[in-house]
């Protein structure tokens, strides 16, 4: 990552890239107040592509607080009974898209506007664009987490 800026966990990256890195921060921050969506259901999305691509640096974040048995069961929340409907309809969407954004279906994206709506839909696609990016980065940049652990 030194090429880009120096450091090598997030905040250091954000720290290097002014006038970019404060607007970047605004809009992931922007995410966890959305009425659209609960912060929650977008919190259990953001840690399933933290699974789906094993970074285990974003795993370990907590942007905010979701059941300890939600988290424990997150590979399994098809067949979990912690999830309820809305949450299954986020996360069906969530897997497609951190495979393939244009894979998903209008029964996938019906079924979140069914418990969220339209402006529910385009938060979560939003989210997960940026969720997914940040990820992906992250594991590309090897960044370390705010220990300086590499991961």
């Known amino acids: ?17 002014p006038g970019i890195g ?5 809009l992931y921050a922007a995410f966890w107040q959305l009425p659209q969506l609960p912060a929650a259901t977008l919190e259990l999305c953001r840690l399933r592509l933290a699974q789906l691509h094993s970074s285990e640096l974003d795993w370990a974040i907590e942007e905010v607080p979701v059941p300890r048995a939600q988290r424990d069961e997150l590979r399994q929340w098809p067949d979990s009974a912690h999830f309820d409907a809305p949450e299954r309809a986020c996360l069906a969407l969530t897997e497609v898209h951190a495979m393939d954004a244009t894979a998903i279906t209008d029964a996938q994206a019906e079924a979140v506007k069914q418990y969220f709506g339209e402006e529910g839909l385009v938060a979560q696609l939003q989210a997960l664009g940026v969720f997914d990016g940040m990820i992906r980065l992250g594991l590309l940049w090897g960044l370390a987490d705010s220990l300086g652990e590499k991961h």
């Open 22 to 26: 404060d607007r970047f921060e605004g």
């Open 1 to 17: 990552m030194a090429w880009i800026a120096p450091g090598d966990n997030r905040q250091a990256l954000m720290n290097q890239l």
